[in-house]
């Protein structure tokens, strides 16, 4: 019995010729067999049977602890000035007491004008604020962390020694609010 398709085909050859049909390659000369092809067996790679994975019980993950606040570290302002003073001075600094001293025993001012300048001899000053926890403690810039009352000392004798003036005087002057945070206040003067 043949197909729509397949008498399509031959009315469309000429006589005396066997129909192009696909079993038969369509190519002049050759014959195809006329026995329907079987379809080669596949062959199929047997892979060893392997037990899915069981996954391992979980060991228990202990509980997070919550991160305890950091508890306030205070240091002593008093400190910071006493390292400050004697940082400065090492930068080759006058401290302006240590100057009004000095006057005085030489006469060069009287006991009245001693009293009169002393401690600061009317030098100007800038006002350096340190938060009072250390944990917070920084330079003016906000970048350099302050570890201990001799970084924070270091900081104040190192902006000195980048002033021209050559007398110096720091005081601690008690605390304020600034930016959020409890600050000391030190008065550093200069002249």
Do not use: W
């Not at 899915?52 to 400190?79: I, T």
């Amino acid at each position: 019995m043949q197909t729509g398709a397949e008498q399509d085909i031959k009315k469309q050859e000429p006589a005396g010729r066997e129909p192009k049909t696909p079993e038969r390659g369509g190519e002049k000369g050759t014959q195809a067999s006329t026995e329907p092809k079987q379809a080669e067996p596949v062959q199929t790679e047997m892979l060893p049977q392997t037990q899915p994975a069981v996954p391992e019980p979980a060991e228990p993950q202990p509980e997070p602890q919550p991160v305890p606040e950091p508890q306030l570290a205070s240091y002593s302002p008093g400190r910071v000035v006493e390292l400050a003073v004697a940082k400065t001075k090492a930068c080759g600094k006058t401290y302006i007491p240590d100057d009004l001293d000095r006057m005085l025993s030489e006469g060069a001012i009287t006991e009245e004008d001693y009293h009169a300048c002393y401690p600061t001899d009317g030098a100007g000053y800038l006002e350096y604020y340190v938060a009072s926890d250390l944990n917070e403690a920084r330079d003016v810039s906000g970048t350099v962390k302050f570890g201990s009352e001799d970084d924070i000392a270091a900081n104040i004798a190192g902006m000195y020694g980048a002033l021209p003036q050559q007398y110096f005087y720091i005081e601690y002057h008690g605390t304020t609010t600034y930016g959020g945070k409890e600050c000391y206040v030190f008065y550093c003067y200069r002249a």
